[in-house]
């Protein structure tokens, strides 16, 4: 049974960080592109950004570009979001999710999904 358990969200002053973490279990981690999406009250689930399976390749939304690190830990199973210059439009529940294809953006390709964890931004 695949789990993908985020952690590391919580209540954050704009301008400060956060590094969320999710740990995979059930799976062979190195073999999936793992993904970041968010969802904020009343808008639909956003992609953030992507790492592929070496952790050679990433993309970024580009309202995170410069702001937001994406990596991973294949001897951990574990993938990171390291969020600096957080603003208040970052709040959302943020989600890890994995796919077999590369870097897409596309959440419906994503087969696993974590349950999310909260950030949210005070200005």
């Known amino acids: 049974q695949v789990q993908l358990v985020e952690s590391g969200g919580g209540l954050v002053q704009a301008g400060g960080s956060l590094r969320l973490s999710c740990a995979a279990s059930?799976?062979?981690?190195?073999?999936?592109?793992m993904g970041w999406f968010r969802q904020a009250p009343g808008k639909e689930r956003e992609f953030v950004t992507a790492?592929?399976?070496?952790?050679?390749?990433?993309n970024y939304a580009d309202s995170v570009k410069g702001r937001f690190t994406i990596s991973r830990d294949n001897a951990k199973n574990t993938v990171y979001l390291q969020m600096n210059s957080l603003k208040p439009e970052d709040t959302a529940v943020y989600y890890c999710?994995?796919?077999?294809?590369?870097?897409?953006?596309?959440?419906?390709?994503?087969?696993?999904w974590g349950q999310g964890t909260q950030v949210t931004v005070s200005s």
């Open positions: 999710a994995a796919t077999r294809r590369l870097l897409t953006m596309i959440s419906g390709l994503y087969n696993y």
């Open positions: 059930g799976l062979t981690f190195s073999s999936y592109t």
């Open positions: 790492i592929s399976w070496s952790g050679g390749s990433t």
